[in-house]
């Protein structure tokens, strides 16, 4: 049992572990947010879907280092420790954001403005390709007995905090600002804001420990070993980003994707498709921990095949039931609902991928499964987009959904984690094993 004063620190780290995963999705957001002004400052095109399009392109484009970045920095981190690595990581996304939020317009620069804000993204998602999955390592390595997916639901909960500061800081913006300043220069605003967050950031990451786990070991394999152990492990690579996939879909379905899809799609004021993503920031940060405390007692599986099953069931027909009355009311109710979805599996998603990577591999071998979902889910904004205007059905998205879900719920039933992090992983669990030895 922890201490006052325990408990206190281990707070204390758990927040300065995920503030950098806070930097990472709040660019995101707002990267989504304002897709479509970014796209007309830096992609002028023929029509307004050209331009957005490039926009989203770009958004994807920072998916596709993720896995580079995880392969990399993913067998740094797990050779050189855990506490480097994420300030390595955090430096590189500071890269990125600076790049994105400096850069002059096409009308100023012509061609170079698109390829500075395309290497910015670039830099951005080879940080972030390992960002996500250090930090759930460390987490899950300074957890307390019994509690492990509650501590490592924080690294989501950290996320939703971007998400809805991010929403915020968007909502007061559209509602302050004439919409022709907002869409010229104002969105330039919340990426500033992101800049003056790094050098805080970056200070109380730097005072974060080792964690004891990692400093325990006695053989940290090199990056070659660390290579050569992820080929020979690659069924796990490949279930890991089958059981991500779903997660990523529906987060960005229900976040960055939101006030693209309110206010393009559904037409719906850009303030209200803000606030609405603001709410779910608000409900995914509520049921995250909650799930991830539940997962801990009653197994990760079972939660993962519940809300897998139910986003196959109700994803599309919540979707359609939105667009055929398109409303604040039913934007706010669908998306709440695709938030507990999406909360509920990804409360045991994440903890249970740490629980079947091998621990010398554990960093690269999450973040490589992870990124490479991503990769697919992180183009959620652009596939969707891409899908309505190809069928001129506007709850497309609820059926792409709906796939991941299906292709997570045969992973989950399949799926095992290691014998070892089995026993840790619920006091149920714990208490078999006692008592059979």
Same mark, same amino acid.
């Given at each position: 049992?922890?201490?006052?004063?325990?408990?206190?620190?281990?707070?204390?780290?758990?927040?300065?572990?995920?503030?950098?995963?806070?930097?990472?999705?709040?660019?995101?957001?707002?990267?989504?947010?304002?897709?479509?002004?970014?796209?007309?400052?830096?992609?002028?095109?023929?029509?307004?879907?050209?331009?957005?399009?490039?926009?989203?392109?770009?958004?994807?484009?920072?998916?596709?280092?993720?896995?580079?970045?995880?392969?990399?920095?993913?067998?740094?981190?797990?050779?050189?420790?855990?506490?480097?690595?994420?300030?390595?990581?955090?430096?590189?996304?500071?890269?990125?954001?600076?790049?994105?939020?400096?850069?002059?317009?096409?009308?100023?620069?012509?061609?170079?403005?698109?390829?500075?804000?395309?290497?910015? %993204?670039?830099?951005?998602?080879?940080? $972030?390709? /390992?960002?996500?999955?250090? !930090? @759930?390592? *460390?987490?899950?390595?300074?957890? =307390?007995?019994?509690?492990?997916?509650?501590?490592?639901?924080?690294?989501?909960?950290?996320?939703?905090?971007?998400?809805?500061?991010?929403?915020?800081?968007?909502?007061?913006?559209?509602?302050?600002?004439?919409?022709?300043?907002?869409?010229?220069?104002?969105?330039?605003?919340?990426?500033?804001?992101?800049?003056?967050?790094?050098?805080?950031?970056?200070?109380?990451?730097?005072?974060?420990?080792?964690?004891?786990?990692?400093?325990?070991?006695?053989?940290?394999?090199?990056?070659?070993?660390?290579?050569?152990?992820?080929?020979?492990?690659? %069924?796990?690579?490949?279930?890991?980003? $089958?059981? /991500?996939?779903?997660?990523? !879909? @529906?987060? *960005?379905?229900?976040?960055?994707? =939101?006030?693209?899809?309110?206010?393009?799609?559904?037409?719906?004021?850009?303030?209200?498709?803000?606030?609405?993503?603001?709410?779910?920031?608000?409900?995914?940060?509520?049921?995250?921990?909650?799930?991830?405390?539940?997962?801990?007692?009653?197994?990760?599986?079972?939660?993962?095949?519940?809300?897998?099953?139910?986003?196959?069931?109700?994803?599309?027909?919540?979707?359609?039931?939105?667009?055929?009355?398109?409303?604040?009311?039913?934007?706010?109710?669908?998306?709440?609902?695709?938030?507990?979805?999406?909360?509920?599996?990804?409360?045991?998603?994440?903890?249970?991928?740490?629980?079947?990577?091998?621990?010398?591999?554990?960093?690269?071998?999450?973040?490589?499964?992870?990124?490479?979902?991503?990769?697919?889910?992180?183009?959620?904004?652009?596939?969707?987009?891409?899908?309505?205007?190809?069928?001129?059905?506007?709850?497309?998205?609820?059926?792409?959904?709906?796939?991941?879900?299906?292709?997570?719920?045969?992973?989950?039933?399949?799926?095992?984690?290691?014998?070892?992090?089995?026993?840790?992983?619920?006091?149920?669990?714990?208490?078999?094993?006692?008592?059979?030895?």
């Amino acid at each position: 049992m922890l201490t006052s004063a325990q408990r206190k620190e281990k707070l204390k780290t758990v927040v300065r572990v995920a503030s950098g995963n806070f930097l990472e999705m709040y660019d995101f957001m707002v990267f989504g947010y304002f897709s479509a002004a970014i796209g007309r400052a830096y992609f002028p095109a023929s029509s307004e879907f050209a331009s957005l399009m490039f926009s989203l392109t770009t958004f994807a484009v920072g998916f596709l280092m993720r896995p580079l970045g995880a392969i990399f920095l993913g067998a740094y981190i797990d050779h050189i420790g855990r506490r480097k690595g994420l300030l390595v990581t955090l430096s590189l996304m500071s890269i990125g954001t600076l790049t994105i939020a400096l850069v002059p317009g096409y009308e100023t620069i012509g061609l170079f403005a698109p390829i500075l804000v395309v290497l910015g %993204r670039l830099c951005q998602g080879f940080s $972030a390709g /390992v960002e996500l999955g250090g !930090v @759930s390592v *460390y987490l899950s390595e300074i957890a =307390t007995p019994g509690h492990k997916g509650f501590y490592v639901s924080w690294q989501s909960g950290s996320q939703q905090v971007a998400v809805a500061f991010a929403g915020v800081l968007g909502y007061a913006l559209s509602n302050w600002m004439p919409p022709e300043a907002l869409q010229a220069w104002g969105w330039r605003i919340p990426l500033i804001v992101g800049c003056l967050i790094i050098p805080f950031i970056y200070m109380i990451r730097r005072t974060l420990q080792e964690t004891e786990e990692f400093a325990a070991r006695k053989h940290h394999p090199s990056p070659s070993e660390i290579y050569a152990s992820m080929l020979t492990h690659w %069924r796990i690579i490949f279930t890991g980003v $089958a059981l /991500v996939l779903m997660t990523t !879909v @529906s987060f *960005y379905t229900i976040t960055a994707y =939101t006030p693209t899809f309110g206010k393009d799609i559904l037409k719906l004021s850009q303030s209200d498709a803000l606030l609405v993503t603001l709410c779910v920031g608000v409900s995914n940060l509520i049921w995250l921990p909650l799930m991830g405390s539940f997962s801990d007692r009653i197994g990760r599986r079972p939660l993962l095949l519940f809300f897998s099953g139910i986003a196959i069931l109700t994803a599309y027909p919540a979707m359609s039931w939105l667009v055929n009355d398109a409303s604040f009311a039913r934007l706010l109710a669908v998306e709440l609902w695709l938030s507990f979805i999406y909360a509920g599996y990804n409360g045991a998603m994440v903890v249970h991928l740490t629980e079947i990577v091998p621990a010398a591999v554990r960093t690269a071998g999450f973040s490589l499964a992870y990124s490479l979902a991503t990769t697919i889910g992180g183009s959620t904004p652009v596939i969707a987009t891409y899908l309505i205007h190809e069928t001129g059905n506007r709850a497309m998205p609820g059926a792409w959904l709906s796939l991941a879900a299906v292709i997570a719920f045969v992973t989950a039933w399949i799926s095992r984690p290691r014998k070892d992090a089995r026993q840790q992983s619920t006091p149920l669990s714990r208490s078999i094993s006692s008592t059979s030895t």
